[in-house]
């Protein structure tokens, strides 16, 4: 059974930095890719990054976070990192990530939740002075 759990959330100021992880267990995670999402209060679901199954050699994201958040993975470590920097107010929500065979994604606006089978349970990331 397909597991995923976020961490690395919490209260930072704005312009700092988080670096948030998923681990996955009960599968072999190279063979997927891996979306990160957000969910603010009031607000639909938005994907927010995703990185290619194997080698992760592909990675798209969404505009407003382009230049400031990184994702990454470690086979080894059966974990996918999303390294956010410069984070603002509007950053604030839950961060999930999720798995699928491949990243589905809409051109700017990153993975598209829909397609994405498995998730997490999710992560706070308040962005706050």
């Known amino acids: 059974q397909l597991q995923l759990a976020e961490s690395g959330g919490g209260l930072v100021q704005p312009g700092g930095s988080l670096t948030l992880s998923c681990v996955v267990s009960g599968f072999t995670m190279d063979n997927y890719a891996i979306g990160w999402f957000r969910q603010a209060p009031g607000k639909e679901r938005e994907g927010v990054a995703c990185?290619?199954?194997?080698?992760?050699?592909?990675?798209n994201y969404t505009d407003s976070v382009k230049g400031r958040f990184t994702i990454s993975r470690d086979n080894a470590k059966n974990t996918v990192y999303l390294q956010m920097n410069n984070l603002k107010p509007e950053d604030t929500a839950v961060y999930y990530c999720?798995?699928?065979?491949?990243?589905?994604?809409?051109?700017?606006?990153?993975?598209?939740?829909?397609?994405?089978?498995?998730w997490g349970q999710g992560t706070q990331v308040t962005v706050s002075s």
């Open positions: 990185i290619s199954r194997k080698n992760g050699e592909r990675t």
């Open positions: 999720a798995a699928d065979r491949r990243c589905t994604v809409e051109p700017g606006r990153g993975p598209v939740g829909a397609y994405f089978k498995s």
